[in-house]
């Protein structure tokens, strides 16, 4: 995910550890005076491999009986297929020489599908702390309240007026 966030053109980006899966944070700077926070996951749920008729995390093109040729793979809809779309956006903005109305922050984990446990010590870990208390650089003033979910999952973090 870090990778993928530098190709994207996210300048600074960082990995960091939690009691679990470990998450990123990263900042995409276009000078704008406004900032969207972005919320990924980077997890599947459990699979049985026996289910699929395809390698369920090879996101193979296949024939779908009724439907034409789709890109089967877990998780490929639920979070990777959004993430995946956008990150293509930033690609294009950026090779057409454009620049993004806004700056972008983004905070990606690995836990989602059971339930974020670490999300909290990945908003407090000591490295990312200023960043999410201080006024940054992107006028921005409460960044911990843009978390934004690509989707509509309910376990996903969603804005919030808590100070927590």
């Known amino acids: 995910m870090a990778q993928l966030a530098r190709d994207a053109g996210f300048q600074k980006v960082e990995i960091i550890e ?13 000078g704008a005076s406004k900032t969207v926070g972005l919320y990924f996951m980077y ?10 008729t395809s390698p369920p995390l090879a996101a193979k093109i296949v024939d779908k009986p009724g439907v034409g040729k789709v890109i089967m793979g877990r998780g490929a809809v ?6 995946s779309a956008l990150l293509a956006a930033l690609h294009a903005i950026r090779g057409s020489g454009q620049k993004l109305p806004v700056n972008l922050v983004l905070v990606a984990e690995g836990e989602e599908e059971i339930g ?3 999300i909290r010590s990945l908003r407090a870990s000591r490295r990312s702390r200023q960043r999410w208390r201080r006024p940054s650089a992107y006028s921005c003033r409460r960044p911990r309240r843009i978390w934004m979910a690509m989707s509509p999952s309910p376990s996903a973090p969603r804005a919030s007026s808590n100070s927590n």
């Open 116 to 118: 974020s446990p670490h």
């Open 43 to 52: 997890d599947v749920k459990q699979y049985d491999p026996s289910e699929w």
């Open 78 to 83: 639920n979070q990777k297929g959004p993430q």
């Open 18 to 30: 939690t009691d679990g899966k470990p998450g990123v944070f990263a900042t995409l700077d276009a």
